[in-house]
């Protein structure tokens, strides 16, 4: 009997991995840009970029990306339900960003990465 789950099964296909390879990339990518943008840039600039309710979205972002990555890097079964979480963090985030201003590199990667977990997510529902 195969210990391959099902989930897995519909992930094992050369263009799957591909995706798979290209969205552990882009949460990585995404984790990044978060972290420094919030560390350096927020922290620098002050006021509405440091709010709390701001600050938190985007380390949680930070950190959803990184565990994400390490869902799919550990071929997790649950990969594609962390890629769902991380695409409507991202979203957000990246919604937030635009909001504030002054964010540009930090919002399209945010775009991106969600768009790039989307997909993810989307695979085991085929």
């Not at 949680?60 to 990306?65: L, R, S, Y």
């Not at 869902?71 to 079964?77: D, E, I, P």
Request: overall charge negative; some cysteine.
């Amino acid at each position: 009997m195969s210990s391959i789950q099902p989930e897995q099964r519909k992930t094992s296909t050369p263009s799957s991995f591909q995706s798979m390879k290209s969205c552990i990339e882009m949460c990585n990518r995404c984790a990044g840009v978060c972290w420094k943008t919030a560390m350096n840039q927020c922290l620098e600039m002050g006021g509405r970029h440091v709010e709390p309710e701001h600050f938190r979205l985007m380390v949680n972002c930070a950190e959803m990306c990184q565990l994400s990555a390490s869902f799919m890097l550990s071929s997790s079964r649950f990969h594609t339900r962390t890629c769902e979480v991380c695409a409507e963090i991202c979203e957000a985030c990246a919604m937030d960003c635009e909001s504030i201003g002054d964010m540009e590199e930090c919002a399209s990667t945010c775009r991106e990465c969600a768009e790039s977990c989307r997909q993810m997510a989307s695979m085991a529902m085929h």
